[in-house]
């Protein structure tokens, strides 16, 4: 058995004297003041949230109507773990939800309340851990602070299908938190199984929960741990738990379709550098959050070439590591905290597959806390030598202060309102007008959401808008072939179809719905062709339809298209 490893024991905050506030007979530490009066500002911050409603046709309204979450009887607890829902394996986020109808029904405030409060569990967390890692309450507050005000963290509270964000930070920092107990307190076996199943948990409840050992070898780099082997076995345990979780997780996400090539072709450069991309948006966005969207579509190229701008973004990035590397007394604590970034935000860059979108505000929740470490310790250390300043450095200090509370929590509450329902969230992407790509996307998923109401003429509507800003969006000529279909302008319908196969020849989807189109107007014989190529593609769907179609006279249903 290996010995011991000796490891110094870090002190928090005991270097001065507790100051305490008064309040007649009670009193409480500044301390215990200064995060009591976070929460219960985050809390009023948030509360506008419990006015807003599901949305419907944005994982809301899907999450809702599972069996797994709205069925009658007691929650079927195996049928949560053992399959995938909507392209992902976050069974304790859709036990929760589960948990949230069996008590309160649809009532989307309860959702949202327990999003909220999750929320505010985690501001905690932050507190305790930053109070343990950088020594003291003081940057541990302004740390906490900005993690639950940012504009940014709105979209993984006002959201409730982003509850597994939530969730998996509440156990991901609480296994932070138990480690720290565990290489302070003599490497005890407790405190190391303890973390262990913090992981667990975590990557139960998302995926991104698989960067938790590296993490921990920003820990050790933090607290000047000596490398050895023992360094690197006492994490595999915790490694191929992230690697089963990690395939589990690409499994899921493949079955939906969501984990696709990227559609563009991009080179091997513009890859690294749509990466370099993806970290300067965050960065940038972390110091001024505006123009924030609910969609942050890929670049597009122009004559084989990206944006000017996605290169440019280099400089930021460069000119940040170089502050970093130069940063004298507080270095450490620098890299640790870009590390700490670096490392909990890399499963979600765009690497060669990708979802459909580049960024996503939600994917910062655990991920800033590294960049929140950078900005809080000038902050303290300014304040810490705030008997030294003359009085106008100080008026300016506390008016600079103030306006950046003022601001931040003013964008918040009206990023708040725009996740009311899905026409605000979608109409708020397309008037932000940030990109054609961006807007192709909006308007197509407001297209979806009027589909699902049932309601063709808006759905067609919106399907021309986004064929209008991108006439190449393959999903918005398939879907609005299907209405077309629907409604009787078949013919009009094989034309989408068609050019939707046109784009992408291995199109299966739309092998399928021109077959059942061609169906309809009585070519049975190109029909059934068209089904056998879309079984050959994948399609199983197809394999149905020519088992009932290719030998009867009955056609198919168009609203039957795709289940």
């Known amino acids: 058995m290996n010995k011991p490893e000796k490891t110094k024991r870090i002190p928090v905050s005991k270097s001065a004297p507790e100051t305490h506030i008064s309040f007649g007979k009670f009193k409480i530490t500044?301390?215990?003041?200064?995060?009591?009066?976070?929460?219960?500002?985050?809390?009023?911050?948030?509360?506008?949230?419990?006015r807003n409603d599901f949305l419907s046709g944005w994982d809301d309204g899907e999450y809702l109507s599972d069996p797994s979450v709205s069925g009658e009887g007691p929650i079927n607890t195996a049928a949560i773990f053992s399959n995938f829902h909507l392209g992902m394996y976050q069974p304790l986020a859709v036990l929760s939800f589960a948990i949230n109808y069996k008590t309160s029904g649809a009532e989307s405030w309860a959702f949202i309340l327990?999003?909220?409060?999750?929320?505010?569990?985690?501001?905690?967390?932050?507190?305790?851990?930053?109070?343990r890692w950088m020594k003291?309450?003081?940057?541990?507050?302004?740390?906490?602070?900005l993690f639950a005000i940012h504009p940014m963290h709105v979209e993984s509270v006002a959201w409730i299908s982003t509850r597994s964000s939530a969730l998996y930070s509440l156990f991901y920092l609480s296994g932070l938190l138990v480690w720290d107990k565990y290489l302070e307190q003599g490497l005890q076996p407790k405190h190391y199984l303890l973390a262990l199943l913090f992981a667990i948990l975590a990557l139960f409840s998302k995926s991104m929960a698989a960067t938790f050992p590296f993490i921990l070898f920003v820990v050790d780099y933090m607290k000047q741990r000596k490398f050895s082997l023992r360094l690197i076995t006492e994490k595999l345990p915790f490694f191929v738990l992230s690697v089963i979780f990690g395939i589990v997780a690409i499994k899921a996400s493949a079955s939906f379709g969501h984990i696709t090539v990227l559609e563009q072709d991009y080179s091997l450069v513009q890859r690294f550098f749509l990466i370099i991309y993806g970290v300067a948006f965050y960065l940038y966005k972390l110091i001024i959050p505006t123009n924030l969207s609910a969609i942050y579509a890929f670049p597009e190229l122009t004559n084989g070439k990206l944006p000017v701008y996605v290169y440019a973004a280099a400089l930021p990035v460069a000119a940040l590591a170089a502050g970093i590397w130069f940063s004298g007394r507080h270095r450490r604590e620098f890299v640790s905290g870009a590390l700490f970034f670096l490392f909990a935000i890399g499963m979600v860059l765009p690497l060669f597959w990708s979802r459909i979108f580049i960024t996503a505000d939600r994917y910062t929740y655990i991920p800033y806390i590294g960049l929140f470490m950078l900005m809080a310790r000038p902050i303290t250390d300014l304040w810490?030598?705030?008997?030294?300043?003359?009085?106008?450095?100080?008026?300016?200090?506390?008016?600079?202060?103030?306006?950046?509370?003022?601001?931040?929590?003013?964008?918040?509450?009206r990023r708040i309102g725009v996740w009311k329902d899905t026409p605000t969230l979608l109409t708020d992407v397309i008037d932000k007008k940030r990109s054609d790509a961006d807007m192709a996307?909006?308007?197509?998923?407001?297209?979806?959401?009027?589909?699902?109401?049932?309601n063709n003429e808006e759905a067609m509507k919106y399907y021309d808008l986004s064929l209008s800003r991108n006439n190449k969006y393959l999903l918005a000529l398939n879907n609005r072939g299907i209405i077309k279909g629907k409604t009787g302008n078949t013919r009009s319908a094989i034309a989408d179809f068609e050019?939707?196969?046109?784009?992408?020849?291995?199109?299966?989807?739309a092998y399928y719905n021109r077959g059942v189109a061609l169906?309809?107007?009585?070519?049975?014989?190109?029909?059934?062709?068209?089904?056998?190529?879309?079984?050959?593609?994948?399609?199983?769907?197809?394999?149905?339809?020519?088992?009932?179609?290719c030998h009867e006279a009955k056609p198919p249903d168009f609203g039957k298209i795709g289940e």
């Open 30 to 50: 500044a301390r215990n003041a200064g995060i009591a009066l976070i929460l219960i500002f985050t809390f009023i911050l948030y509360s506008g949230a419990l």
């Open 114 to 131: 327990t999003n909220i409060l999750l929320h505010l569990l985690n501001t905690l967390l932050v507190f305790k851990l930053m109070e």
């Open 136 to 145: 003291g309450w003081i940057p541990a507050a302004i740390v906490a602070l």
């Open 384 to 413: 810490n030598s705030r008997t030294t300043l003359d009085r106008s450095t100080l008026r300016l200090f506390f008016i600079a202060s103030a306006l950046v509370l003022i601001t931040l929590s003013t964008a918040t509450f």
């Open 441 to 454: 996307h909006g308007y197509f998923y407001l297209a979806n959401y009027y589909d699902g109401a049932n």
């Open 499 to 509: 050019q939707a196969i046109q784009i992408k020849p291995d199109y299966a989807e």
């Open 519 to 549: 169906y309809q107007t009585g070519d049975k014989t190109a029909a059934c062709k068209d089904w056998k190529q879309a079984v050959s593609l994948g399609f199983k769907p197809a394999a149905q339809a020519i088992s009932l179609y």
